[in-house]
């Protein structure tokens, strides 16, 4: 198997996914610890700060089922459906932007530009 753009992009989505559940367990790691220390069934929605860390973690394996998607339209060659990601991928990071600019959700725009990219056949 040939290594291509498209697998390098798809590989970058996977472990923004996988960074986003390390880094919110270890930064939400005591109201995690909380709620677990309270039996854990409904006790993230009474307080900010666990469901903030609820979502936090919770985004992280879309983004990854993204990646391993793209990886896998990366090896079949499916252009288009790279650029799907790309696009969904860019929609979520813009608007996240918007409500917070000095978030990583840049990360995901500058990487989903770049699958746009290839599904636009910009880039090979």
Same mark, same amino acid.
């Given at each position: 198997m040939t290594i291509s753009s498209g697998h390098i992009a798809a590989a970058t989505l996977f472990v923004l996914g996988i960074l986003h559940i390390?880094?919110? +367990?270890?930064?939400? *790691?005591?109201?995690?610890?909380?709620? =677990? #220390?309270? #039996?854990?069934?409904? *006790?993230? #929605? $009474?307080? !900010?700060e666990r469901r903030l860390a609820f979502w936090f973690i919770a985004f992280g394996p879309p983004l990854v089922l993204c990646g391993h998607l793209a990886w896998r339209a %990366? &090896? %079949? $060659? !499916?252009?288009? /459906?790279?650029?799907?990601v790309g696009i969904y991928g860019f929609a979520t &990071?813009?608007? #996240?932007?918007? %409500?917070?600019? *000095?978030s990583p959700? =840049? &990360?995901? +725009? %500058? +990487? /989903?530009? +770049?699958?746009? $990219?290839i599904g636009e056949g910009w880039i090979v």
């Open positions: 390390l880094f919110g +367990v270890a930064k939400f *790691r005591q109201a995690l610890g909380a709620a =677990w #220390g309270e #039996g854990l069934f409904n *006790r993230f #929605g $009474a307080n !900010d %990366a &090896g %079949a $060659a !499916d252009t288009a /459906s790279l650029g799907l &990071g813009a608007v #996240g932007i918007v %409500a917070f600019p *000095r959700l =840049w &990360g995901l +725009v %500058a +990487v /989903s530009a +770049v699958l746009i $990219a």
